[in-house]
């Protein structure tokens, strides 16, 4: 009988595939078996240890509420007729909730514990877990797909071979070399990605580059169903021992998208499941197209990211690292706009980052001006859709370290 492998067994053998030979055997030699994010290293300034990081995530099929508080939380009051074209369920509407594909953390390749998210990353909504390694690691993902149709993961920025690509086209590869590319229904697949120098930041990111982690079996859909996530990388030498990056106090990951739910291969179920009427819904009606375009902040209208652990809350003078990503299609022009304070991107100063589909951008920020501040994208069509939320700076936020 398989064992299952252990979060932190480090006498489970470590196994580096056809795309870890380029590192050569001083980094076979080097690598340890790592705890996912919670693996130990050495302290900063002395010789570390890469670690192998282990992850076991799952595509979930759930249902995902885009306005969990029923009401606008940029206003304060009940949704109206404008929020309602998007957030109201009728004989021939699905309203606010959907049901969605999401990457989940398990905490074992048993898949049966979901991993608490941390405090620090409640925030990110309907986002997969945060992938973190630092420059020299591996990254390992266990990966399980609970959901009806095939998925897969597929990274940006790290080093992969075509095994573990998450992606089918016709690349002339077959047999083995094809198994990442649509995990069936019931099936699991471990992926193993390197970490090389030219996957961590370089002079102009500070010290950590972002990245993204989606399915890409039938990208226009599975994204659209809701399997992307976020990849962090911190320079070497520049980390703590859990990952993060040593001059960065809190981390905030944003995405900006119009979440065409008419897209997902969901919608029929969602029919069946959300209207109040299923055989009155006509899917060419432009009106019942338009009130399934989520304009989503990781998931949220209309403020309602706020309602999350305190949301995006940080402290006056705190050193404030930004991840922000955008998906979709042609729309998803996004300009996010932060009210009362400002950021550094690529070392120029702003108060508006510049998105578009699959584009990730790194924003540092010391936040001089306390309050509840307007955050949202700057689009006029997006603002009056609810692609809105709020941020808060005082001097009483707890600690919350996202691992």
């Known amino acids: 009988m398989a064992l299952p492998i252990d979060e932190c067994d480090a006498s489970s053998d470590l196994r580096l595939n056809g795309a870890a030979r380029w590192l050569g055997l001083?980094?076979?030699?080097?690598?340890?078996?790592?705890?996912?994010?919670?693996?130990?290293?050495?302290?900063?300034?002395?010789?570390?240890?890469?670690?192998?990081?282990?992850?076991?995530?799952?595509?979930?099929?759930?249902?995902?509420?885009?306005?969990?508080?029923?009401?606008?939380?940029?206003?304060?009051?009940?949704?109206?007729?404008?929020?309602?074209?998007?957030?109201?369920?009728?004989?021939?509407?699905?309203?606010r909730r959907y049901i969605k594909a999401l990457y989940r953390e398990y905490t074992d390749s048993t898949f049966r514990t979901l991993r608490a998210r941390p405090p620090g990353w409640q925030h990110l909504g309907f986002l997969g877990p945060v992938i973190r390694a630092v420059v020299g690691d591996q990254i390992h993902v266990v990966f399980r797909n609970n959901a009806t149709r095939p998925y897969s993961i597929h990274p940006h920025g790290v080093f992969y071979a075509k095994n573990a690509e998450g992606a089918p086209y016709n690349d002339g590869t077959s047999g083995g070399n094809k198994l990442d590319d649509a995990v069936p229904p019931g099936g699991t697949f471990e992926y193993f990605w390197n970490v090389p120098e030219r996957a961590g930041p370089a002079e102009m990111d500070g010290s950590s580059a972002f990245w993204m982690y989606h399915s890409h079996t039938d990208e226009v859909s599975?994204?659209?169903?809701?399997?992307?996530?976020?990849?962090?990388?911190?320079?070497?030498?520049?980390?703590?021992?859990?990952?993060?990056?040593?001059?960065?106090?809190?981390?905030?990951?944003?995405?900006?998208?119009?979440?065409?739910?008419?897209?997902?291969?969901?919608?029929?179920?969602?029919?069946?499941?959300?209207?109040?009427?299923?055989?009155?819904?006509?899917?060419?009606?432009?009106?019942?197209?338009?009130?399934?375009?989520?304009?989503?902040?990781?998931?949220?209208?209309?403020?309602?990211?706020?309602?999350?652990?305190?949301?995006?809350?940080?402290?006056?003078?705190?050193?404030?690292?930004?991840?922000?990503?955008?998906?979709?299609?042609?729309?998803?022009l996004h300009t996010p706009h932060w009210h009362g304070n400002t950021v550094t991107i690529m070392g120029m100063r702003t108060d508006v980052a510049e998105l578009l589909p699959a584009s990730m951008v790194t924003a540092d920020m010391r936040p001089d001006d306390n309050g509840t501040w307007l955050y949202h994208c700057h689009v006029n069509d997006h603002i009056l859709a609810g692609m809105l939320a709020l941020y808060r700076v005082d001097n009483g936020v707890p600690a919350q370290p996202a691992r």
């Open 26 to 95: 001083a980094f076979v030699a080097a690598l340890a078996t790592g705890c996912g994010s919670d693996a130990d290293a050495d302290g900063i300034g002395q010789v570390r240890q890469a670690l192998q990081r282990n992850y076991f995530i799952a595509a979930d099929e759930v249902v995902w509420d885009y306005a969990p508080t029923g009401s606008n939380q940029i206003t304060g009051q009940p949704f109206g007729d404008q929020e309602n074209v998007f957030v109201q369920q009728g004989p021939d509407r699905i309203g």
């Open 222 to 332: 599975d994204t659209y169903a809701g399997l992307i996530g976020p990849i962090i990388i911190t320079g070497a030498g520049q980390a703590r021992s859990d990952g993060r990056p040593v001059d960065v106090d809190r981390e905030f990951i944003t995405m900006f998208e119009v979440a065409d739910e008419n897209q997902s291969p969901y919608l029929d179920r969602n029919i069946q499941r959300f209207a109040g009427d299923p055989g009155s819904v006509d899917p060419e009606d432009e009106g019942f197209h338009e009130s399934n375009l989520m304009h989503s902040i990781n998931g949220y209208v209309y403020g309602n990211l706020r309602g999350t652990n305190n949301g995006l809350a940080m402290n006056n003078a705190e050193r404030v690292r930004w991840y922000l990503m955008g998906m979709g299609t042609e729309v998803d």
